[in-house]
């Protein structure tokens, strides 16, 4: 019981210091994650901070492909931008390439009530302006009743749990960290659309660590470089 209430008051502390400011990240110029699937590494996802006064954008670039014997069975390449200005977020639009399969989405701010405007391959239409893209980055997703997919617009419901303090040996650094499921809150899903990722963000920077999750394989995203 005692484990329990600690960990929901860890939980409390990160939730009400952390939200609302992507300023969190203002001493991070550059992220880099090795992307790993059943312990074989496979591409990697990077993520790049370009400030002008009060704007922030972050732009992203994601390439992976599964081999065997040789021969590419997949291929993955996507390119994202996201854009704040004085850390309220303003614009998000990517495009990605399945194998042949195009993909891609454009969402905006609605000036009229701040809600989102989102053309995507997946989904087009409005959302509420509390949604976030689901760029794992920004550790403000652990809030959000559902977020938005950075490949297609698709909204998911979400429901995220806090699963407690974890030390994460990366190379040779270890990392202090809070371990977070994301899960859909719709059990009707198919298989193939349901979320469930762990991530791990650092305690004390909010820097996103590692995510995991089972999909055709197991696969996982271990922090590389930052500065």
């Known amino acids: 019981m005692k484990k329990f ?16 400011h992507v300023e969190h990240y203002k001493d991070f110029n ?9 312990d ?3 591409g990697f996802h990077k993520y790049e901070f370009n400030r002008d006064g009060d704007n922030l954008s972050i732009k992203s670039e994601v ?5 065997k014997l040789g021969v590419d069975l997949y291929k993955y390449f996507a390119n994202s931008e996201e854009n704040y200005t004085k850390g309220i977020f303003k614009s998000y639009f ?23 405007i989102i053309d995507g391959s997946s989904y087009k239409g409005k959302a509420s302006k509390d949604f976030i893209v689901g760029t794992w980055w920004n550790h403000e997703i652990i809030k959000a009743k559902a977020q938005i997919s950075g490949i297609s617009g698709r ?3 979400q429901t995220v749990t806090f699963l407690g303090k974890e030390e994460i040996k990366i190379g040779d650094k270890t990392y202090k960290t809070l371990h977070f499921n994301f899960k859909s809150s719709d059990e009707t899903l198919p298989d193939s659309k349901k ?12 820097l996103w660590v590692r995510a995991a999750f089972e999909k055709t394989g197991f696969w996982e995203y271990r922090l590389k470089k930052v500065n």
């Not at 209430?5 to 609302?20: K, N, R």
């Not at 550059?30 to 059943?38: K, T, V």
């Not at 390439?63 to 081999?67: D, E, G, L, S, Y």
Request: net charge negative; glycine share 2%; charged share 30%.
């Open 40 to 42: 074989k590494s496979i």
């Open 30 to 38: 550059y992220l880099e994650y090795e992307l790993f699937r059943n």
């Open 94 to 116: 990517s495009k990605t390439k399945q194998n042949k399969k195009e993909r891609y989405v454009n969402i905006e701010v609605d000036k009229s009530d701040n809600d989102l």
């Open 155 to 157: 909204i998911i419901d």
């Open 63 to 67: 390439r992976f492909k599964i081999t």
């Open 195 to 206: 979320l469930n990722t762990d991530i791990w963000y650092e305690e004390d920077t909010y």
């Open 5 to 20: 209430i600690l960990s929901i008051a860890i939980f409390l502390l990160f939730y009400v210091q952390s939200f609302g």
